[in-house]
């Protein structure tokens, strides 16, 4: 039978000296962290997603604004394709596939720029929660830090993830995002 278990007491054994063959067994201090929470919950991740969403938004009306200019830009096209002879409708044509392609190029760099933007902001909480985490290893001699993804069982007392969360929001209460540049 295939049977998985995780003990907050794990045994080590010191080599055994000269004068005694008996082992002796050492508890290592083994904690677990939910990453996931703290991503989820931390409120300077709140934060940068409350600040990423509405600049979002604000890009998203541009957007719609050049996407509303290229339809009536096409509707004309469509308008001068009986007036104009083919030469000067090929040439036409050609410069509004153009004004496209920028407006295509301009939304993906745009969404590019708010990628780094958002990336950047959460290394900030990234680097002041590894920080902490060094500290809490630090200040209480924990041996091992598990993920908590990768548990299948561990008891609340186990578990440092809210201490850890408190810690991060009283250091990091907010990240100003800085916006990409048009």
Same mark, same amino acid.
């Given at each position: 039978?295939?049977? +998985?278990? =995780?003990? !907050?007491?794990?045994?080590?054994?010191?080599?055994?000296?000269?004068? /005694?063959?008996?082992?002796?067994?050492? #508890?290592?201090?083994?904690?677990?962290?939910? +990453?996931?929470?703290?991503?989820?919950? %931390?409120?300077?991740?709140?934060?940068?997603?409350?600040?990423?969403?509405?600049? $979002?938004?604000?890009? $998203?009306?541009?957007?719609?604004?050049?996407?509303?200019?290229?339809?009536? %830009?096409?509707?004309?096209? !469509? @308008?001068?394709?009986?007036?104009? !002879?083919?030469? %000067?409708?090929?040439?036409?044509?050609?410069?509004?596939?153009?004004? &496209? *392609?920028?407006?295509?190029? #301009?939304?993906?760099?745009?969404?590019?720029?708010?990628?780094? /933007?958002?990336?950047?902001? #959460?290394?900030? *909480?990234?680097?002041? =929660?590894?920080?902490?985490? %060094?500290?809490? &290893?630090?200040?209480?001699?924990?041996?091992?830090?598990?993920?908590?993804?990768?548990?299948?069982?561990?008891?609340?007392?186990?578990?440092? /993830?809210?201490?850890?969360? !408190?810690?991060?929001?009283?250091?990091?209460?907010? *990240?100003?995002? *800085?916006?990409? @540049?048009?």
């Amino acid at each position: 039978a295939f049977f +998985i278990a =995780l003990s !907050a007491t794990v045994f080590f054994t010191k080599p055994a000296d000269a004068q /005694t063959t008996a082992k002796t067994p050492a #508890m290592a201090n083994i904690v677990v962290l939910d +990453i996931g929470k703290i991503r989820r919950d %931390a409120v300077s991740v709140k934060s940068i997603r409350e600040q990423i969403i509405s600049y $979002q938004n604000k890009l $998203q009306g541009e957007i719609q604004k050049e996407q509303e200019a290229l339809r009536a %830009a096409q509707q004309e096209l !469509a @308008k001068k394709q009986t007036l104009l !002879a083919p030469e %000067a409708f090929a040439d036409e044509r050609h410069k509004f596939e153009q004004r &496209v *392609v920028g407006v295509q190029q #301009m939304v993906e760099d745009r969404r590019r720029s708010l990628e780094e /933007t958002q990336t950047n902001a #959460m290394l900030q *909480v990234e680097n002041s =929660l590894n920080e902490i985490i %060094a500290s809490e &290893v630090e200040k209480k001699h924990y041996d091992i830090i598990l993920r908590f993804s990768q548990v299948v069982f561990i008891k609340n007392a186990f578990d440092i /993830t809210d201490e850890v969360l !408190a810690a991060l929001d009283k250091k990091l209460p907010t *990240v100003k995002v *800085v916006l990409p @540049k048009k």
